[in-house]
């Protein structure tokens, strides 16, 4: 969908876009937009996409900034490990070891 941010609160996180589709108001929250962009302003023309929740009311998420076209995104992993991954690695090289060792035990005892 396309649609022009007409109302917005920045106090309370919320707004409202007028979707060019059907020309109905479509609420859209502050996690809707790409993290760590600049805070949405009134006028505004958002590309997003309609979700409806379970109490049948629809919302807008995904949000597109006609100007800038990043999409919102869940959070990206680090592509370098970090302690933790570096900690399982260690603990799996153990564990593949102490298996060797016992197979290997197993496999020369009289």
Same mark, same amino acid.
């Given at each position: /969908? #396309?649609?022009?941010?007409? =109302?917005? *609160?920045?106090?309370r +996180?919320?707004g409202?876009?007028?979707?060019? #589709?059907?020309?109905?108001?479509v609420? $859209? #929250?502050? &996690? %809707?937009?790409?993290? +760590?962009s600049?805070?949405? =302003? $009134?006028?505004? /023309? ?5 979700e ?7 919302r ?7 100007? &800038? =076209?990043? *999409?919102?995104?869940? /959070? *990206?992993? @680090?592509?370098t490990p970090?302690? !933790? !991954?570096k &900690?399982i @690695?260690?603990?799996? %090289?153990?564990? $593949?070891?102490?298996?060797? %060792? $016992? &197979?290997?035990?197993?496999t020369f005892?009289?």
């Open positions: /969908m #396309h649609g022009k941010l007409i =109302k917005w *609160k920045d106090d +996180g919320f409202f876009i007028l979707c060019e #589709h059907n020309q109905q108001e609420f $859209v #929250h502050i &996690s %809707a937009f790409p993290s +760590g600049p805070r949405p =302003k $009134v006028g505004e /023309m958002l590309d997003f996409e309609i409806t929740t379970k109490d049948g009311k629809t807008a998420i995904n949000i597109i900034r006609a100007d &800038s =076209k990043t *999409k919102a995104s869940p /959070m *990206k992993l @680090s592509k970090g302690k !933790t !991954t &900690s @690695s260690i603990i799996i %090289a153990l564990i $593949v070891v102490v298996l060797i %060792a $016992v &197979s290997v035990s197993q005892s009289f």
